[in-house]
């Protein structure tokens, strides 16, 4: 049956000038967090956030023998895994707000559901295996190009950049020109610590009239072919937009 009973559980604080919110959540699994949050002063403000949840199994790219016309081989495929642990994610942080309105903010995020650095190289090792696959005449694989296409289609589908690996920590500055209160500027840093590779944005907005504004934005993504911003098939993108507030 797809119908799962479930209860939510929250609760809010101020304690001793700190905010403080708990919650409890029972679906199929448990899950519970924490936040906190304190200012000091006008311009500082720290802030952390905890999430601990039970998990069972967890798909991970592998390697399995497979035989085929030419013998035993050994394939790349993703595999549930039963791992039946408590899960931890963490994000911990700060900002600042300069006199001129420059605001500047930096987080550290642990990922404990994120793959290992051991489970990064296996990820890679199969999909350079993959390539060849496709790229080569003879399917050189057990099940040959399909099933090199579905190891690459999972991996599309079950990674999520800055959420798939384990440690990273991001930085913000963000403010508006003396000179002009209209634009807007943001500059974005997210460093992967796992494997060195990551991304530099930036962000421009002008408010054209009233709720109207047009945006521009840049991505830059670097690393080595074997790292999880160093292996998307893009260096970088432009983006220009127009958003408008109610």
């Given at each position: 049956s797809n119908i799962v009973?479930?209860?939510?559980?929250?609760?809010?604080?101020?304690?001793?000038?700190?905010?403080?919110?708990?919650?409890?959540?029972?679906?199929?699994?448990?899950?519970?967090g924490v936040s906190l949050a304190r200012v000091f002063g006008n311009a500082l403000e720290l802030h952390l956030e905890a999430v601990v949840r039970r998990v069972r199994s967890r798909e991970l790219p592998t390697f399995v023998a497979l035989g085929g016309p030419a013998g035993t081989?050994?394939?790349?495929?993703?595999?549930?895994?039963?791992?039946?642990r408590l899960v931890g994610k963490t994000l911990v942080g700060g900002q600042y707000t300069f006199p001129n309105g420059l605001n500047l903010i930096a987080e550290y995020f642990y990922n404990g559901d994120g793959l290992t650095t051991g489970e990064w190289a296996t990820l890679f090792d199969?999909?350079?295996?993959?390539?060849?696959?496709?790229?080569?005449?003879?399917?050189?694989?057990?099940?040959?190009?399909?099933?090199?296409?579905?190891?690459?289609?999972?991996?599309?589908?079950?990674?999520?950049?800055?959420?798939?690996?384990?440690?990273?920590?991001?930085?913000?500055?963000?403010?508006s020109l003396p000179l002009d209160r209209e634009l807007a500027l943001a500059g974005f840093y997210l460093l992967n610590l796992q494997d060195g590779s990551g991304t530099l944005s930036g962000e421009a907005g002008y408010r054209v009239w009233r709720g109207l504004e047009g945006v521009?934005?840049?991505?830059?993504?670097?690393?080595p072919r074997r790292s999880e911003f160093g292996s998307l098939p893009v260096r970088s993108s432009v983006r220009v937009s127009l958003r408008y507030a109610f």
């Open positions: 009973d479930q209860f939510w559980i929250r609760g809010t604080d101020l304690l001793a000038g700190t905010d403080v919110a708990l919650y409890l959540y029972k679906g199929r699994e448990w899950n519970s081989t050994l394939t790349p495929l993703w595999k549930e895994r039963r791992v039946d199969g999909l350079a295996l993959s390539r060849r696959s496709l790229d080569e005449s003879g399917s050189p694989l057990p099940g040959g190009p399909n099933l090199s296409r579905v190891f690459a289609l999972r991996a599309n589908q079950l990674l999520t950049p800055a959420e798939s690996g384990q440690h990273y920590v991001f930085f913000r500055a963000s403010g521009l934005t840049f991505d830059l993504f670097y690393g």
